[in-house]
T-cell receptor, first 115, second 113 residues
Framework: EAGVTQSPTHLIKTRGQQATLRCSPISGHTSVYWYQQALGLGLQFLLWYDEGEERNRGNFPPRFSGRQFPNYSSELNVNALELEDSALYLC??????????????FGSGTRLTVV | ELKVEQNPLFLSMQEGKNYTIYCNYSTTSDRLYWYRQDPGKSLESLFVLLSNGAVKQEGRLMASLDTKARLSTLHITAAVHDLSATYFCAVDALSGSARQLTFGSGTQLTVLP
């Protein structure tokens, strides 16, 4: 069974540009979560999508946005990039949270560097 | 707002020794997860704890959950170098009207020969 896949692995952008990160969940999982892991700041919750809808949002500015497609894959967009957006962005998937007996599975991440 | 506190943040231990990592959280939850992260890598699921009193063991690691005390522990027995990594606990609980997985700060474990 394929795990959670993220692309690209690495992304270098210039301040002010936009970045798009992609995530494909495990087959059968309808929920996708995005986390930011900046150096020294731990894992911060960004967004949760399920069945194509945004279900919850962390404490991040509106320039962090995303969407979920009918095949449950997801995209995270970061507009007007700032240097402090440099981080490892992790995507996780699960069955709908009422059914998480097996927990959340994380992808390998996208390392975003803003210069 | 759910708070998850791990301690210690940094842990150096000798091979063969035992130690416990603690994870305290601030709200009612019966779902707690432990993950391992190697440098530059993603999160590897170690344990899923879904009820009060749950205890799970895998090799030299054992995790437990006390939902009444809002405490989980990760016990390391006879540590070996391969266990060197950062360990995170994460609590699955309601945040407002939606569930959210909130992570502790992580415990960076170094096992010394």
């Amino acid at each position: 069974e394929a795990g959670v896949t993220q692309s690209p692995t690495h992304l270098i952008k210039t301040r002010g540009q936009q970045a798009t990160l992609r995530c494909s969940p495990i087959s059968g999982h309808t929920s996708v979560y995005w986390y930011q892991q900046a150096l020294g700041l731990g894992l911060q919750f960004l967004l949760w999508y399920d069945e194509g809808e945004e279900r919850n949002r962390g404490n991040f500015p509106p320039r962090f946005s995303g969407r979920q497609f009918p095949n449950y894959s997801s995209e995270l967009n970061v507009n007007a990039l700032e240097l402090e957006d440099s981080a490892l962005y992790l995507c996780a998937s699960s069955l709908f949270p009422g059914q998480v007996a097996h927990g959340y599975t994380f992808g390998s991440g996208t390392r975003l560097t803003v210069v | 707002e759910l708070k998850v506190e791990q301690n210690p943040l940094f842990l150096s231990m000798q091979e063969g020794k035992n130690y416990t990592i603690y994870c305290n959280y601030s709200t009612t939850s019966d779902r707690l997860y432990w993950y391992r992260q190697d440098p530059g890598k993603s999160l590897e699921s170690l344990f899923v704890l879904l009820s009060n009193g749950a205890v799970k063991q895998e090799g030299r690691l054992m995790a437990s959950l006390d939902t009444k005390a809002r405490l989980s522990t990760l016990h390391i027995t006879a540590a070996v170098h391969d266990l060197s990594a950062t360990y995170f606990c994460a609590v699955d609980a309601l945040s407002g009207s939606a569930r959210q997985l909130t992570f502790g700060s992580g415990t960076q474990l170094t096992v010394l020969p």
